[in-house]
C-alpha cells in the first residue's frame, strides 16, 4: 500500500511540476527585463543594418562618380587625339604642299636654264653656217657707215669690213656653241640669215 503511494506521488509530482522558490521569487519584472533585453540586443542590429545601407549607397554612388570622371576622361583624350591627328594632317598638308611649290621653282629654273642654253647654242651654230656670207654681201650691199666713201672704194671697203665681220661671226659662234652651259650670255652679233630655227637673239 505504501509503494503504491508512493508511486502515484512520484507520477503526480513528473505531470505536475511544482515552480520552484527561485523562479517564484523572480516574477514578471525579471521576464519583461529579459524582453527588454532581447529588444535592446535586435535594435543595434537593426541600426548596424539601416548604416549599412547610407553606406552602400555612398559607396554606389562614389564609383557611379568615378565612371563618370573616367568618362570625361576617355571623351577629353579622344578629343586630344582627334586634335593631334587634325594637328598632324594639317601640318603634313602643309610641308606637301611647300615641297610641291619647292618642285616647282626648282622645275621652272631648270626650264628656264635649258631654254638659255640651247638660245645660245643654236645663235653660236647659226652664226658658223652663216659666217662666209658676211664679205660677199657686205661687198654687194656695203654698210651705211662707207656712204660718204667714194662709189668705187665702197664695195671693197665693205669686203674687207665683210672679211672683219665673218671671223668674228665664226669666233664667237665657236664660244656660244662651246660654253652654253655656262653662265656666259650670248657673244654672237645679230645673224645676217637665220639657217636654223628655234631660235631668237636678244638683240633683233
Known amino acids: 500500500m505504501r509503494r503504491s503511494t508512493l508511486a502515484v506521488a512520484l507520477l503526480l509530482a513528473v505531470l505536475f511540476p511544482v515552480a520552484s522558490p527561485a523562479e517564484d521569487a523572480r ?11 532581447a529588444t535592446a540586443a535586435e535594435a543595434p542590429a537593426d541600426a548596424s543594418e539601416a548604416g549599412e545601407k547610407p553606406a ?7 564609383s557611379d562618380d568615378a565612371a563618370e570622371k573616367g568618362d ?38 631648270f626650264r ?18 652663216t659666217w662666209p656670207a658676211d664679205p ?16 668705187y672704194e665702197r664695195r671693197p671697203l665693205g669686203f674687207a669690213s665683210g672679211l672683219l665681220l665673218m671671223l ?24 645676217r640669215y637665220h639657217l636654223v630655227p628655234g631660235f631668237e637673239h636678244e638683240d633683233e
Open 27 to 37: 516574477g514578471p519584472d525579471e521576464s519583461a527585463a529579459g524582453g527588454d533585453a
Open 56 to 62: 552602400q549607397a555612398a559607396h554606389e554612388a562614389s
Open 72 to 109: 570625361a576622361a576617355e571623351a577629353s583624350d579622344d578629343e586630344g587625339s582627334a586634335e593631334e591627328a587634325s594637328g598632324e594632317e594639317g601640318s603634313a598638308s602643309e610641308d606637301k604642299s611647300s615641297h610641291e611649290d619647292d618642285d616647282e621653282g626648282v622645275g621652272a629654273a
Open 112 to 129: 628656264e636654264y635649258g631654254k638659255n642654253v640651247g638660245q645660245q647654242f643654236l645663235t653660236g651654230l647659226n652664226g658658223i653656217l
Open 136 to 151: 660677199v654681201m657686205a661687198a654687194v650691199d656695203p654698210p651705211k657707215a662707207f656712204d660718204k666713201a667714194n662709189s
Open 168 to 191: 668674228y661671226r665664226g669666233f664667237t659662234g665657236t664660244l656660244d656653241m662651246a660654253l652654253a652651259p655656262g653662265p656666259l650670255p650670248v657673244l654672237s652679233p645679230v645673224p
